[in-house]
């Protein structure tokens, strides 16, 4: 069992940065593939980015590749996604998910953070 909880959303400004971190329970963090998807409403739960066990291996979808870093430090248990040069279409709920397997696909998650709000606006 892994719990997550998010943090560091909040509204920020069109071409400005955040980071969210995503805190894990457990001793088994560094077991887990891990996975930052978003949730805009009206639309489905879309893919963001995704790293490896030992973070040797990322994958970022388009939207965001080039502006999005995912990164983890298994010592903490914690998982983070810098964004840079954020864009009013990246305000969504930011959602971080743990999987045994390093993927993309959202059904290939089985632990889920409640998610954070970010806001991009002037």
């Known amino acids: 069992q892994v719990q997550l909880v998010e943090s560091g959303g909040g509204l920020v400004q069109p071409g400005g940065s955040l980071r969210l971190s995503c805190a894990a329970s457990g001793r088994t963090f560094s077991s887990y593939a891990m996975g930052w998807f978003r949730r805009t409403p009206g639309k489905e739960r879309e893919f963001v980015a995704c790293?490896?066990?030992?973070?040797?291996?990322?994958f970022y979808a388009d939207s965001v590749k080039g502006r999005v870093t995912i990164s983890r430090d298994n010592a903490k248990n914690t998982v983070y996604l810098q964004m840079n040069r954020l864009k009013p279409q990246d305000t969504a709920v930011y959602y971080c998910?743990?999987?045994?397997?390093?993927?993309?696909?959202?059904?290939?998650?089985?632990?889920w953070g409640q998610g954070t709000q970010v806001t991009v606006s002037s």
């Open positions: 790293i490896s066990l030992s973070g040797a291996r990322t």
């Open positions: 998910a743990a999987s045994r397997v390093y993927s993309s696909s959202i059904s290939g998650y089985d632990y």
